[in-house]
């Protein structure tokens, strides 16, 4: 049974980090397509982040491009979210998904892409 949980949400000022943990079981990380996607309060769910298997390539959306690193330890079968800079309007709930299909950059960005899905964190900027 594949389990994606993540942890690490709270409230932080602006201008503050957080990491964002994202444990898997049932897979692992480094053979599957993984991403981190956020969605705030009445928008739409949007793509963040995402790290191919195998020798990574990573990318990341325009907004947090310069502020948040993902990154995976294979041995702790977690993905990360090192987010810096924070700003009012990364207020959200923070997904990581998970695919084993290999994805076209275009089609990582895009929420029907990802067959797993955790049940998401709380994140809040706000003084």
């Known amino acids: 049974q594949v389990q994606l949980a993540e942890s690490g949400g709270e409230l932080v000022q602006p201008g503050g980090s957080l990491r964002l943990s994202c444990a898997a079981s049932g897979l692992h990380v480094s053979m599957m397509t993984m991403a981190w996607f956020r969605q705030g309060a009445g928008k739409e769910r949007e793509f963040v982040a995402s790290i191919t298997y195998g020798t990574p390539t990573i990318y990341y959306s325009d907004s947090v491009k310069g502020r948040f690193t993902t990154s995976r330890d294979s041995a702790k079968n977690t993905l990360y979210l090192q987010m810096n800079s924070l700003k009012p309007d990364d207020t959200a709930v923070y997904y990581c998904?998970?695919?084993?299909?290999?994805?076209?950059?275009?089609?990582?960005?895009?929420?029907?892409?990802?067959?797993?899905w955790g049940q998401g964190t709380q994140v809040t900027v706000s003084s």
């Open positions: 998904a998970a695919d084993p299909s290999g994805m076209s950059s275009e089609s990582m960005r895009l929420e029907h892409s990802y067959r797993y």
